[in-house]
C-alpha cells in the first residue's frame, strides 16, 4: 500500500482500473522496470464475458508470462463461420475461415475473462516494481510535472503519468478533459455460457439474424459462450423465459448444430454503442481500453484493441523511462495517439459497416454485403488477406505482439 505522498513523484506512471486492459499496462510497465502503481479498484462482481484472443494478443499475454497461467482454460478457434440465417431475399453463402490456410494452429483462444483476469492479478502480484492497491481512485489531480491520484481510504500517490484503464466511464478521461463521441444501435447483446452434447471441433460459428448476430464461441470441453445480438425488446423477452424455454429457444436458433443446450446460471446485458475518446491522452493521462474506446461485440475486437493500447502506452513509457526522459509529456502522448488511432478507427468502422449491412432492410447495401462475403468464400487470396489483417493488422503490431520483451 503506497501512503500519502503529494509532491514526491515516486511513480513512473498509476494505472487506474484493475479490467484486462489495465491489468496488461501494469504489468508491461512495471516488468520493463518502471515504477507502477496499479490503483485495481475495490472488488466488483465479475460477469460472464469471454475473450476470443487473436493470434497477437496471444503472443503478447505470452511474453508477459500471463498466458502460461490459463491456457488450459481457453479453447483453440480453428474455423470461424459465418452463416446468413436472415431469411431475406438477397443472402450470402456460408463462408469459411480456416486458420490452417493462412498456416496458423488457430485464429486464436476464446477465454472467459474471469480466467483471464485471475491469471493476470496472479502475474502482476509476482512483479517488485507493481504495486497493486484494491481501491478506487476517487480524485485525479493534474498539474505541469506529475498527476496526484487521490484513493478511497484518502490517501494519495503521485506518478509523472496516469494510464486511465477505468472503463467506459473513465474518471482518468474527465479529469484529462477529455471528451467523447459516438451513437447507439437499437440493439442489446445478451450473454450466456452453455454446456451442449455435441463438441464444437473449435469451430466458431455467427449466425447472421436480421437484428444482430448470434454467435457460438467454442470454450473447453463441451462448453460454449454466446454472444446473442438482438433488439431491446426481443432481448427483454428472451431474458424473461423460464431457464427451460430459455435453452431451448437457443438451441433453436443455434439450428441444433451443438445438440442439447444447458445454460450455466450466469447471464449478461450489454446495450450496444460506439464511444470514442476524441483524443487518446492529454494533460499527463493516456487511455487504454473502453476508457478510449467502447465497441459491439462483433468480430471480436474490442480487447484485442485494448490490449494493443497497454502494449503501445507501455512500449513509449519503458522507453522514455530508460532514456532517463519523463514519461508524461505532451509528445509521448501524441506519439501514442499517432500509433493508436488509425487501427481503433478502422476496427469501428468495420464492426459499424458490417452490423449496419445486417440491419439494414435496403436491398442494394445487403446485395453489396453478400456480395462481399461472396468474394470472400470464392477469391482465395482476398480471403487469406482478409484473415490475416483480422488475426493482425498491418498498421499496428507493438513489439510485445510480436514477441519482444520491452
Ligand atoms: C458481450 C461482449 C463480448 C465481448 N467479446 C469480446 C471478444 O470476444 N474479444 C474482444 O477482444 N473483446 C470482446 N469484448 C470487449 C471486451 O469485453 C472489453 O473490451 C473489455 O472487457 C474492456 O476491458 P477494460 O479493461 O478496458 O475495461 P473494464 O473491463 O471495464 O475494466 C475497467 C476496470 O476499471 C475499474 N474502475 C472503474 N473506475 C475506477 C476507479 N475510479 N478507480 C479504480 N478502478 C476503477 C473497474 O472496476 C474495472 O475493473 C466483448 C464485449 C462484450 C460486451
Redesign the pocket.
Known sequence: MIRPSLGAVELGAAV???????LTAAIALAGAGVPTAL???RP?PADN?????LAGSVTALETLAIWQRCRAQAAPLRVMRIIDDTGRLLRAPELRFEAAEIGLEAFGY?IE?RHLVAAMAERAREIAALTVIAQ???DIAINANAVAITLADDSTLVARLAVG?????S?CRKAAGIETEGWTYPQT?L?FTLRHSRPHHDISTEFHRANGPFTL?PLPGQRSSL?FVTDPDDAARVEALPAGELAAEIERRAHSILGKIELEPER?V?PLKVERARAFGARRVAL????AHVIP?IG???????LRDAATIAELVAAAHHEGRDPGTDELIARYEDMRRADVTSRTLAVDLLNRSLLSDVLPLQGVRGLGLTLLQHIGPLRRAAMREGVAPSSAQPRLMRGQAL
Not at 16 to 22: E, L, N, S
Not at 300 to 306: D, I, P, R, T, V
Open positions: 487506474v482500473g484493475g479490467g484486462p486492459a489495465g490503483v485495481a479498484g466488483r464475458r469471454t475473450t476470443a484472443l476464446n475473462n478506487d481512485a476517487v484503464a477505468d472503463g467506459g466511464n474518471r447483446a450473454t464461441v454472444v449478461g450489454f487504454v481500453g473502453e476508457a461485440p471480436a475486437q474490442g480487447l484485442n484493441l485494448g
